[in-house]
């Protein structure tokens, strides 16, 4: 069964974090990549039960204790990210001092970015809140969201790492954005991009596919899309992505 690359990485969370549960069920306390498969796991899990992001962030600190893990462990592993499937969209979730034993240094962020970067107007038109993150490419983000995404295609929000930024139904905010840095190439997420963020053709498909989809748009000041379409997009592309795979033989 052809999978996307977010399934894949899923699947092997999974396989990692029940090989840590089996050891730890014959009494072995866990190394690091087990105990951050656990927590992880068991966070997109309770996403994919229903519940929101600080529940599953909350339960994530509660899940294993100090005398659950080797020594060093806890020094070593401070805070547990991963990107769970939410009612809502997918998040990073950050679930810091995991253990809870209290490690000093406080969390980790990012130096706050450069002012005057640039501000993108984004409306939730959703019947819901809608948190977003510094890690998601703002192009691909919950198709209720309406927003101009060409001028997003390549950025993502100005906000330090692991900080949401809440916008409650029916509101319209203007929030800060800065170029996505690095090798510029954007793989899984929604799967519309799955190319270089710079390369014309590939900006040109990932619209159209985000448009065909139902994902709100903006374009030349025209609001694109309805929330009908927008309430099924996310089911539309991910079967507009196996056809296309099943169409190539991958």
């Known amino acids: 069964m052809p999978l996307t690359p977010g399934e894949s990485d ?15 069920d014959r009494g072995l306390r866990l190394n690091v990549p087990e105990a951050r498969a656990l927590i992880a796991d068991a966070v997109c899990e309770w996403a994919r039960d229903g519940l929101s992001m600080v529940e599953a962030r909350d339960r994530g600190r509660l899940l294993l204790g100090a005398d659950d893990v080797l020594p060093d462990v806890p020094m070593a592993l401070d805070e547990i990210r991963v ?3 939410f009612d809502d969209g997918t998040r990073l ?20 970015p450069p002012a005057g970067t640039g ?28 927003l101009d995404r ?17 916008i409650r139904a029916g509101e319209r905010v203007r929030l800060p954005i800065l170029p996505i ?38 374009v030349d000041g025209v609001a694109v899309g309805d929330a ?10 991910m079967a507009a992505g196996r056809s296309a795979r099943e169409g190539d033989g991958s």
């Open 150 to 166: 060409a001028a997003a295609f390549g950025m993502r929000l100005a906000v330090p790492t692991g900080e949401t930024v809440w």
């Open 119 to 146: 501000e993108l107007d984004i409306t939730n038109e959703a019947t819901t809140d809608i948190g977003l993150t510094s890690h998601i490419h703002l192009a691909e983000v919950n198709p209720r969201l309406r």
């Open 83 to 85: 990107e769970a499937r």
């Open 228 to 237: 009908g379409s927008a309430s099924g997009a996310v089911a539309t592309l």
């Open 181 to 218: 840095t690095g090798a510029r190439v954007m793989i899984g997420n929604s799967g519309a991009v799955d190319g270089a963020l710079d390369d014309p053709e590939v900006r040109a498909r990932a619209l159209a596919t985000l448009r065909s989809c139902g994902y709100l748009d903006v």
């Open 93 to 112: 979730v950050v679930v810091k001092d995991p253990f809870g034993v209290g490690v000093d240094g406080g969390p980790t962020q990012e130096e706050a």
């Open 10 to 24: 899923r699947l092997l969370l999974h396989l990692q974090a029940s090989l840590a549960q089996r050891r730890r």
